[in-house]
Nanobody, 119 residues
Framework: QVQLVESGGGLVQAGGSLRLSCAAS????????MGWFRQAPGKEREFVTA????????YYRDSVKGRFTISRDNAKNTVYLQMNSLKPEDTAVYYCAAGRQGLGSYDYWGQGTQVTVSS
C-alpha cells in the first residue's frame, strides 16, 4: 500500500510561485508513474501534469505549459510541482497520484493541498 501526502499549498498573489511536494510512504514509488491533478470548486477533477517512473517523460495540460514543472526524486520517494506565474484560475485543491501501470492509470491518491491564487 502506498500513502501519498501533499504539502506546500497556500495563498499566493497572481504572478507568484509555489512548490508542491508529494511524499510517498509504505513502499517505494520509483517504478510508478506520478501525476498531479486539481479540482476547483464546482468543477470536475482535471489532469495537470504527469511524469514517467524515470523522469524521462513529462506531460502537461495546455493551460500550465511553460509555467508548471513536474519533477521527481526517487531517492526521496517524492514528487514535486513547481508552479510559476500563477493565475487565479489555478486556484484548486491539488492532488498527487501514483500509478503502477504507468502514465494514465493511477492507483493511489493523496488527500490534496489547497492552492489559492488571489488577483
Amino acid at each position: 500500500q502506498v500513502q501519498l501526502v501533499e504539502s506546500g499549498g497556500g495563498l499566493v498573489q497572481a504572478g507568484g510561485s509555489l512548490r508542491l511536494s508529494c511524499a510517498a510512504s509504505g513502499r517505494t514509488v520509483s517504478s510508478y508513474a506520478m501525476g498531479w491533478f486539481r479540482q476547483a470548486p464546482g468543477k470536475e477533477r482535471e489532469f495537470v501534469t504527469a511524469i514517467s517512473w524515470s523522469g524521462g517523460s513529462t506531460y502537461y495540460r495546455d493551460s500550465v505549459k511553460g509555467r508548471f514543472t513536474i519533477s521527481r526524486d526517487n531517492a526521496k520517494n517524492t514528487v514535486y510541482l513547481q508552479m510559476n506565474s500563477l493565475k487565479p484560475e489555478d486556484t484548486a485543491v491539488y492532488y498527487c497520484a501514483a500509478g503502477r501501470q504507468g502514465l494514465g492509470s493511477y492507483d493511489y491518491w493523496g488527500q490534496g493541498t489547497q492552492v489559492t491564487v488571489s488577483s
